[in-house]
């Protein structure tokens, strides 16, 4: 489907026809986060889509990142029984994770993002501390300098082990972060480097082998760094005993263009178009180089444009599973438990969003590679699993939900479905005949004539169940698959 959206990166000012309102604010915090509360949405109201934007950015690069559990330093001399210990240092940093997602659902977002671009995994790496500073890592730089942010995430003790560092040596180089480096984190596949840099980089990297115990800190081993002076290494032309802050000094310089390019091109597909608008992205670009790799102008730009905010871009991207739960999540202002939190993330990782363990290095490629015969199905049973949970704990919830709209006194079955259907469903439904559809399941097996002679209204015993009745209903609607 290809990329109608003409829209240029003017900062959008609403008027008459492009009015700034609840759909609008929803697209923000569906795209920029994972769903929004009333307060959320009235307070986003009250300012100008810039200011709503800037704020949201300002707020997320303030915050501070996760604070050490009393963990974060364990290596593995300090547990008594590692294997039995580890697994609910694990649970409290999927429970971490999913919080920030929910709670500071920017910060969270593109936390999610550049956990899927610096991808490591958890099962690969399996230990908490290394895991811990991984993700405090994502959480300082997300919105920081993204030369710096390649220059740290390279040398945390995840990304070592994740992708063979470790094993890097001048005796015996191991080229499988050098590849990464340059085709997924970057540049981009075969995009302006040659096997001989890779092989080049690979000795540059060298020697990040210093560890005294599985857990412990990784540190720089120069016995381990080939420091051959009469065999230069030679990396995009450049010759010299380069080592591994050399080798980012020399990507940025030389590649600069390229590197800004594929970076924008990412953030495009994520956050407004899985179709890409070349023009737009090297408008983006240009702004990144000229920013010195700063992300946060890049976002400002892009979240503040006529682009982002034209309706065309509503709708286009395919939830992810965590979109999915969370968004309703934030929507509804459902409670849950912690514990219902953690059932989440399992549940996700069936449907093939483990946080902390992307697919494979080039991350989870998202939008209709979420989407097939069983996980489809799997999104509807997921569903009714967490609406009759709580239907079984909190229905009265459910009548909550639709008080929000309307009167408790309100007669009219059509305006109370538009009306839920809309809330939960950017761009609405495509007919009036799905609405009528929908419609239907919400009068569940009420006789008409209760409707007809105004009898019924929210406040009967049953609205409850045929709010959830509609829930169901929208969820396994195509519409309510895409954000």
Known sequence: MPNCNTSDLGVFVPDASNPWNKKRVQHVYRRLGFGASDIQITQALAQTPADFIDNRINQSIALGVMPPPIWANMAFGDYTDFDTEVEPQHQEMYLHFEN????NSLRGRFTMFWHNHFVTKLEDVWCPSWQYDYYQTLHTY???????????????????????????????????????????????????????????????????????????????????????????????????????????DILFEEKGDLVANYICTKLYAYFVSPEINESIVTQL??????????????????????????????????????????????????????????????????LGQLIFNPTDVAGWQGNHDWINSSTLIGRWQGFEWFLWNIWDNYN????????????????????????????????????????????????????????????????????????????????????????
């Open 100 to 103: 920030d997602m929910l709670n």
């Open 142 to 248: 997300a919105f920081g300098n993204f030369k710096d942010f390649v220059r740290v995430i390279g040398i945390t003790p995840a990304m070592i082990v994740f992708l063979n560092g470790y094993q890097n040596t001048a005796v015996e180089p191991n080229e499988n972060y050098a590849r990464e480096f340059y085709e997924l984190f970057t540049l981009g596949v075969n995009n302006g480097y040659t096997q001989n840099d890779i092989v080049q980089t690979a000795r540059a990297f060298t020697g990040y082998t210093g560890y005294t115990d599985f857990c412990a800190p990784i540190t720089f081993n120069p016995n381990d760094f080939d420091d051959d002076a009469v065999n230069l290494k030679n990396i995009f032309n450049q010759e010299g005993n380069w080592g591994y802050d050399d080798v980012i």
């Open 285 to 350: 670009a240009n702004t990144f180089v000229a920013n010195n790799f700063e992300l946060a102008p890049v976002y400002r730009q892009l979240f503040k444009s006529n682009h982002f905010f034209d309706e065309l871009a509503f709708g286009t991207i395919v939830k992810s599973p965590f979109d999915v739960f969370n968004c309703f999540l934030n929507d509804s202002e459902f409670f849950v438990s912690e514990e219902m939190k953690l059932n989440i993330v399992w549940f996700n990782g069936e």
């Open 396 to 483: 009265e919830s459910l009548r909550t939900l639709a008080l929000r709209f309307v009167d408790i006194t309100e007669t009219d079955p059509a305006l109370i479905t538009q009306l839920i259907v809309d809330h939960f469903i950017t761009s609405g439904l495509q007919t009036q005949t799905d609405y009528d559809i929908a419609t239907v399941v919400f009068k569940d097996q009420i006789p008409q004539n209760y409707f007809d002679n105004n009898l019924w209204n929210l406040s009967w015993d049953v609205a409850p169940y045929q709010v959830i009745l509609l829930l169901f209903h929208i969820s396994k609607l195509p519409e309510f698959q895409l954000k």
